[in-house]
DNA sequence: ATAAAACTTAAAGTTCACTTTAAGTCAAGG
DNA sequence: CCTTGACTTAAAGTGAACTTTAAGTTTTAT
C-alpha cells in the first residue's frame, strides 16, 4: 500500500492535487491507516487516464462523468454515450486546430525571409506572405508582420 | 471598417474577449472614431489564429511570444525559434494524447457488457477488462469499474 | 432632434483548478 | 520513547482568462 506522498512521487501528481481530486470524488475515498491514505498500485492507471483526459481538454466536472456519470448498472448508459459522442466530436476537432497550429509553427521555423518589412504587405487565408511570389511558402507568416507591433 | 460588436458577431469571440485581448496585447490597439474601435476585417485573421493557439493549449503570455516576441528585424529570432520548437514538442505530446483519449472513448462506446459488475475484476494496462477472455476488446474499460462509485 | 442601441472605461467579480497556510496528528527509525 | 518527517483538515489564497457592473459617451435610425 502507498501513501499519498508515493502516489505523488510515481504519479507526478502533487499530494494536494490528489487531496483536491479525492474531495471532487475524482478519486475514491482512500482507505486510512490512523487517518492517513493508504493507496493500492491500481489507483496508478486511474490518474494516469485523469491526466490523459485533462491533457485532451476535459473539465474536472467532465472527468467526473466521464468516469462515474451513470447509475444504471447496464452497459454505458444514454447520458454516458451522448457526452461520448460530442466529446469525440471536440476531440476531432482539437486534432484539426492542433495540426494547423503545428503547420504555423512550422512554417515560421522553416521562414527564410530577410526581414520583417518583407513581410507585411499580402495577407492570404493559409497565413503566409506572397508578396515577391517566388518562394511565397517559406516567407513569414503573416500573424507576425510588423503592423501589430 | 467594423465595429467591436461586429468583429465579434464575424468572429464569435465576445466584445469583452475582444477588449481583453487588446489591453494584454495579444491585439493591436485599434483605430478609433469617436472613442470607438474600428477594425479592418484583416482582425479576423489574427482572431482566428489567437483561437487556434488557444484550442491548441497555448497561454496568452504565451500567444504573445508567438505573435510578437521578438525584437530584431531579422527573421524568427532564436528567442522565437526555440519557444516554437518548445511548443512544437508539447503539441506532438499532446496529439498522442488526444489520440489516447479517443481510444478510451471508442471502448466505452464499443462496450459490450451486460452489466458493470461483469467488469470489475482485472485492471490491464491498457484499459480494458478482460476477465472472461473471450472478447475481452470490447469490455468496459476498466477506469469505469464499480469499485470507484 | 431625439431616443434606443451600441459603445467606452476602470474596477470589481467569477470560475476553474489547484496551492498554501495554520494548527495539529501520526508513524517510522534510532 | 522520542524526535523528525510525513501526514491530516478546513479555509483562505492564487493565477489565468475572462465577465460583469456602473456610469457615462457616441452612433444610428427615425
Redesign the interface.
Known sequence: MLSIGDVADQSGVPASALRYYEKEGL??PAERKGGQRRYSP?IL??IR?IK??Q????QVNEILTL??GFDS????SER??EM??K??ME?????R??????E???R??R???????ECFLN?S?D?TCDRGGEKGADR?P???SR???
Chains 1, 2 share one sequence.
Not at 491533457?55 to 476535459?58: R, S, V, Y
Not at 448498472?73 to 454505458?76: A, G, T, W
Not at 486546430?97 to 503545428?102: G, I
Not at 521562414?111 to 518589412?117: A, F
Open positions: 478519486l475514491p491500481d492507471f486511474r487516464v490523459m483526459a491533457q485532451a481538454g476535459f468516469l462515474e448498472n447496464v452497459p454505458p454516458w454515450r461520448a459522442q466529446k469525440r476531440l476531432e476537432e482539437k486534432q486546430e492542433l495540426v494547423l497550429m503545428q504555423v509553427l512550422d515560421g521555423l521562414c527564410t525571409c530577410l526581414s520583417w518589412d495577407v487565408l497565413g513569414h503573416v500573424v507576425f503592423r501589430y507591433r
